[in-house]
């Protein structure tokens, strides 16, 4: 019996071990598409961004995005971000040389207490005003329905993108350490159809 018993130990002992190991292996976020190679910028400085954003947003204004010293992705990336609030933060990702942008997010840092229920209604207000800025045309309440719908589709995912269009909108879900919504352009490619039609 206890032979039984030892050789059943030897034979599960390994597989448990793997098992373990392979639940603490660390889950690798997907590289964001704007550090791809040739990935597309939107046609806007940040600095001419900003200009437009805070003409078209009153009472929201974005001041100077201050340059992040990084040593990650520095020959073809200038990083860049803006404190709006404690908890409410505007950060980029710009074209070196350029400043053109490949990627503008905001990002949310939840708070709890009685002040919470406010600060997400403002972290979504200007969650809504950075979808217009990317997308013309679309009033306060379609900004806002679109927002929930990303932040609905989003719920329970770490890493969540769609794409509508030429605009790839990200959500990033890391709890407590925050939330953050990013615009960012996509290269479209001509269809066949088109092609052959042309020719």
């Known amino acids: 019996m206890n032979h039984v018993l030892l050789t059943l130990l030897l034979f599960l002992l390994p597989v448990t071990l793997c098992q373990t190991a392979l639940a603490e292996e660390p889950v690798v976020a997907p590289t964001a598409p704007y550090l791809l190679p040739g990935s597309p910028t939107f046609d806007l400085t940040i600095t001419q961004f900003r200009e437009k954003f805070n003409a078209d947003n009153p009472g929201m204004t974005l001041n100077e995005f201050r340059a992040i010293v990084s040593s990650r992705d520095k020959i073809t990336l200038t990083r860049a971000a803006t404190k709006i609030n404690e908890n409410l933060y505007a950060s980029t990702a710009l074209e070196r ?14 708070i709890q207490g009685p002040e919470q229920k406010a600060a997400k209604a403002k972290a979504m207000a200007w969650m809504a005003a950075l979808l217009r800025a990317f997308t013309p045309g679309i009033t306060e309440k379609q900004s806002m329905e679109r927002l929930t719908t990303l932040l609905s589709e989003s719920k329970s ?18 709890g407590e350490k925050g939330l953050t919504l ?18």
């Open 97 to 110: 040389g350029t400043l053109k942008i490949k990627s503008m997010q905001i990002t949310w840092l939840p």
């Open 157 to 174: 995912k770490r890493y969540y993108q769609k794409s509508e269009g030429a605009i790839r909108y990200v959500v990033a879900d890391n």
């Open 182 to 199: 990013a615009v960012e352009p996509i290269k479209l490619a001509l269809s066949d159809t088109s092609d052959a039609n042309n020719k």
